[in-house]
Each structure stands twice: as C-alpha cells, then as structure tokens.
C-alpha cells in the first residue's frame, strides 16, 4: 500500500528556515516523481517543486527560486523540502504527492497523496 506522510511544518517567523519531509512507503525509490504542492484557503492548490525518477528537479514557482530545494534520499525514502528565507506569503498547507516519471504543474497527475502539513510564516 502506497503512503505518504509529511511533516516538519509549524509557525515561524519572516526569514527563518523549515525543512518539510515526506516519507514514502509501499514503494521503492525513483518509482515516482515526487512534487511538493501547496494550498491556502479558497485557492486552488499550485506546484511548487518537483524530483523526477532521474533526480531531475523541476521548479514550478518563481516566488520560491533561490529559497526552496527538493531532495531525496533513497536510503530512507524521504524527500525533503527545505524552505529558507520564508516569507508570509509561503503560508499554505504544503502536500507532497507521487506519480508518473516526471514531473508535472497539474495535481491530477499524480496518483498518491499526504495528508499535509501546515507552515505559517508570520511577519
């Protein structure tokens, strides 16, 4: 049975760091892409970074460029988010998924799904 669990979220203030993980089971590393996803209330839930079956990595939001890294340990079958200079506007529900080869902008392409954790960022 495909898991995943996130944690790592909690309050923080404007400028300091998180680092979100998302543990996978049920299935081995690089059978998926893994993307990290993010939502607020009464917004639709956008992209934010993605690693592919090749380690490839894919950013799909320009607000995080230079603050935001994904990567994946295969030994413990976790990918991380670390999340630096966080900014008010960071604060969101974050969601890791997993599904396909590579790594798409749309949440429908992906099969499998955390139950989030929450990051507030307060000014």
């Known amino acids: 049975q495909v898991q995943l669990v996130e944690s790592g979220g909690g309050l923080v203030q404007a400028g300091e760091s998180l680092k979100l993980s998302c543990v996978a089971s049920?299935?081995?590393?690089?059978?998926?892409?893994i993307g990290w996803f993010r939502q607020v209330p009464g917004k639709e839930r956008e992209a934010v970074l993605c690693i592919d079956v090749d380690s490839k990595v894919k950013n799909f939001l320009d607000s995080v460029k230079g603050r935001f890294t994904i990567s994946r340990n295969n030994a413990e079958n976790t990918i991380s988010l670390q999340m630096n200079n966080l900014k008010p506007e960071d604060t969101a529900v974050y969601f890791c998924a997993a599904g396909n080869y590579v790594c798409y902008p749309d949440d429908y392409e992906y099969d499998y799904w955390g139950q989030g954790t929450q990051v507030t960022v307060s000014s």
């Open positions: 049920g299935f081995g590393p690089h059978k998926y892409a």
